[in-house]
C-alpha cells in the first residue's frame, strides 16, 4: 500500500506536470499588499480585507451571528473569469462536454492532494480532527437543483470514511449573507459536527459558503473549515489595483509544490 506521504508527493507531481503552465495556487500575500488574508481574493492595500469578506463581516455583526462564519478557509488556485484555463476547468467539469472528463480529473486531484492530502495539517489548524463533510448543493436557480452535483460525486469517493452532513438549497443563489439558505437534509450524529469540512469548487464573494456555515453552526456544529477549489478573480479589478499588479499576476509563479493551502506555507 502506498502510504499517504508517498501518495501525496504522487499527486504533487502529476498537478504539476499536467498544469503547471496555468495554475497559480491562493497563497495570501503580495509584494503589493493587494491580497486579502481572509480568503486570498484581491484587495486594495489600505484595507484588511477584500470588499467582499468586509461586507460579509459587516452583515454578520450587523445580525449578531459573526461566530457563526467559518473559523478557517482555504482556497486552493486562482482562477480569473472568462478567459483563464484554470477557470475553463472550474466551469466546465461540471458540463456535459468533451472536455469534461480530463477536467474532472484535475478538480479530483486538486481535491485529493488538498483535503485527503492534508486531512492532518485542518486538523491541527483547527485543534480538532475533522469529523463530517458536507458540500454545497447547486441553489434554487441552478439548472442541477435536486440532482447530485459532480463535486458532490467526487468527495463522496475521496472521503468515503468519514460521515456527511447533508445540506440541501432553500432559495436561489445571491450574493448577500443569508442563515436561511441552506438546512440540513437529514438528521446527523451530534458526535459528527465537531468539526465539520464545507467544500464547493469556487469561491466569488463567499457569502454562499458563509450562509452554509451559519447553517451547519445553527445545527451544533463547533467548528466549520471552508475549503473552495478555487478563488475567482476579476481581471479588470486587478488591474484597477494598479498598472502592475495584473503582469506581475500574471507572469508570476504557478504551480508551487509542497504548498500546503491551511499551514499557507511550503511544507518541506
Known amino acids: 500500500m502506498i502510504g499517504l506521504d508517498d501518495q501525496k508527493l504522487r499527486l504533487d507531481r502529476l498537478l504539476q506536470w499536467k498544469t503547471s503552465s496555468y495554475l497559480k495556487p491562493v497563497i495570501y500575500h503580495s509584494k503589493h499588499d493587494n491580497i486579502c488574508a481572509t480568503c486570498g481574493g484581491f484587495k486594495q492595500n489600505q484595507y484588511d480585507r477584500c470588499w467582499s469578506c468586509n461586507q460579509t463581516l459587516r452583515e454578520a455583526q450587523r445580525r449578531q451571528c459573526q461566530n457563526q462564519l467559518a473559523d478557517q478557509i482555504a482556497c486552493g488556485f486562482y482562477a480569473v473569469e472568462d478567459w483563464e484555463q484554470t477557470y475553463k476547468v472550474i466551469r466546465d467539469y461540471k458540463e456535459q462536454l468533451p472536455s469534461a472528463k480530463e477536467h474532472r480529473t484535475i478538480v479530483a486531484s486538486i481535491l485529493a492532494l488538498h483535503i485527503l492530502g492534508h486531512l492532518s495539517c485542518i486538523g491541527v489548524q483547527a485543534n480538532t480532527p475533522v469529523t463530517a463533510w458536507a458540500v454545497i448543493p447547486s441553489t434554487k436557480n441552478s439548472k442541477r437543483y435536486g440532482q447530485d452535483h459532480p463535486l458532490h460525486q467526487l468527495v ?3 472521503i468515503p470514511f468519514l460521515p456527511e452532513v447533508r445540506l440541501q438549497a432553500n432559495k436561489a443563489k445571491t450574493r448577500s449573507l443569508d442563515g436561511e439558505a441552506f438546512s440540513i437534509a437529514s438528521p446527523v450524529r451530534a458526535s459528527c459536527l465537531h468539526h465539520v469540512l464545507l467544500i464547493d469548487d469556487s469561491w466569488v464573494t463567499g457569502s454562499t459558503a458563509q450562509s452554509a456555515s451559519i447553517c ?6 463547533s467548528r466549520v473549515s471552508i ?3 478555487t478563488r475567482i478573480a476579476d481581471e479588470s479589478f486587478i488591474k484597477s ?3 502592475s499588479l495584473l503582469k506581475d499576476f500574471i507572469n508570476g509563479d504557478h504551480y508551487t509544490r509542497g504548498w500546503c493551502p491551511w499551514r499557507r506555507c511550503v511544507e518541506r
Open 227 to 229: 475549503y473552495c477549489v
Open 156 to 158: 463522496a469517493k475521496l
Open 241 to 243: 489595483l494598479g498598472p
Open 216 to 221: 451547519l453552526k445553527e445545527a451544533s456544529a
